[in-house]
């Protein structure tokens, strides 16, 4: 419980400066986590909440060539994927690359 409770002490909001966008579906377990892992790196991001909208659904398949499943997540309007992809690339020490630290 400390380890946690050190970890939100030491989010440093605004660390990075990249545009990062997600889609969500408010009770989606991997969007949560998704956005969990986002806020903990001290990353801003935009968050399109599209339960139930079938227009922001497909607006959000066609910026992901074709991925419907969500959360769809996008860092200067490159697509990155769900967020496997998103914590795969945590996990490679590659993310911090893509997000660009803020000077």
């Given at each position: 419980m400390m380890n946690l409770i050190n970890q939100l002490l030491n989010r440093t909001p605004g660390k990075y400066q990249a545009k990062v966008?997600?889609?969500?579906?408010?009770?989606?377990?991997?969007?949560?986590?998704?956005?969990?892992?986002?806020?903990?790196k001290g990353v801003d991001y935009v968050?399109?909440?599209?339960?139930?909208?079938?227009?922001?659904?497909?607006?959000?398949?066609?910026?992901?060539?074709g991925r419907r499943s969500v959360p769809q997540i996008?860092?200067?309007?490159?697509?990155?994927?769900?967020?496997?992809?998103l914590n795969?690339?945590?996990?490679q020490d590659s993310l911090d690359r893509l997000l660009v630290p803020a000077t």
């Amino acid at each position: 419980m400390m380890n946690l409770i050190n970890q939100l002490l030491n989010r440093t909001p605004g660390k990075y400066q990249a545009k990062v966008e997600i889609y969500t579906w408010q009770t989606c377990p991997f969007c949560i986590r998704a956005k969990w892992l986002l806020w903990r790196k001290g990353v801003d991001y935009v968050e399109y909440k599209i339960d139930g909208d079938q227009t922001a659904r497909t607006k959000m398949a066609d910026r992901a060539k074709g991925r419907r499943s969500v959360p769809q997540i996008f860092i200067n309007d490159q697509h990155v994927g769900g967020f496997d992809d998103l914590n795969s690339l945590h996990q490679q020490d590659s993310l911090d690359r893509l997000l660009v630290p803020a000077t």
